[in-house]
T-cell receptor, first 113, second 111 residues
Framework: DARVTQTPRHKVTEMGQEVTMRCQPI?????VFWYRQTMMQGLELLAYFRNRAPLDDSGMPKDRFSAEMPDATLATLKIQPSEPRDSAVYFC???????????FGQGTRLTVV | GQQLNQSPQSMFIQEGEDVSMNCTSSSIFNTWLWYKQEPGEGPVLLIA?????ELTSNGRLTAQFGITRKDSFLNISASIPSDVGIYFC???????????FGAGTRLTVKP
């Protein structure tokens, strides 16, 4: 049963701490997206990759956020230092080709206190 | 420019009624997608559309890719309580390969 796997599902951390969220895309998918979901802003695109190369990360606050794909089976989103306004649900999605459908993981609910 | 305007924001309907929601943009999109999200879960893909004018069904759900490539609609026929959730449209702009989302339509179905 192919699915996108995200870890952890929940994370509570103190302001100033580093947070790393991980995503295992569906095997064979070459496109990976990171989204942030909040009540106020909805689903915001933070970054996306094609064949592990970052194509667009303009939606990400560059001073504290970074996204990488160290290999085809792992995508990471890091926040350092974290702030309370980063509290949200972060979703990873993967797709078989650019410009086609994408499949979402269950998300990481981040709370920064 | 490439933002998606989704309407209505919310709907309260009686079980058995049909539902219609739509998404528009001021620019052209190459792909239109419809997702459903339930509490505590990620969005689940319902229907994907790739050609202008395309009409695709998935059970009681029907979606169309507008002829102008600037809009799409989703219809749900004979709604049931398990249709409750937030429905999102998404699309890939013609000059980009990212995927943008509408603000969602929250559907409530009264038994």
């Amino acid at each position: 049963d192919a699915r996108v796997t995200q870890t952890p599902r929940h994370k509570v951390t103190e302001m100033g701490q580093e947070v790393t969220m991980r995503c295992q895309p569906i095997l064979g998918h070459n496109t990976v997206f990171w989204y942030r979901q909040t009540m106020m802003q909805g689903l915001e695109l933070l970054a996306y990759f094609r064949n592990r190369a970052p194509l667009d990360d303009s939606g990400m606050p560059k001073d504290r956020f970074s996204a990488e794909m160290p290999d085809a089976t792992l995508a990471t989103l890091k926040i350092q230092p974290s702030e309370p306004r980063d509290s949200a649900v972060y979703f990873c999605a993967s797709g078989p080709r650019s410009g086609t459908e994408a499949f979402f993981g269950q998300g990481t609910r981040l709370t920064v206190v | 420019g490439q933002q998606l305007n989704q309407s209505p924001q919310s709907m309260f309907i009686q079980e058995g009624e049909d539902v219609s929601m739509n998404c528009t943009s001021s620019s052209i999109f190459n792909t239109w997608l419809w997702y459903k999200q339930e509490p505590g879960e990620g969005p689940v893909l319902l229907i994907a559309l790739y050609k202008a004018g395309e009409l695709t069904s998935n059970g009681r759900l029907t979606a169309q890719f507008g002829i102008t490539r600037k809009d799409s609609f989703l219809n749900i026929s004979a709604s049931i309580p398990s249709d409750v959730g937030i429905y999102f449209c998404a699309g890939t702009p013609y000059n980009n390969n990212d995927m943008r989302f509408g603000a969602g339509t929250r559907l409530t179905v009264k038994p």
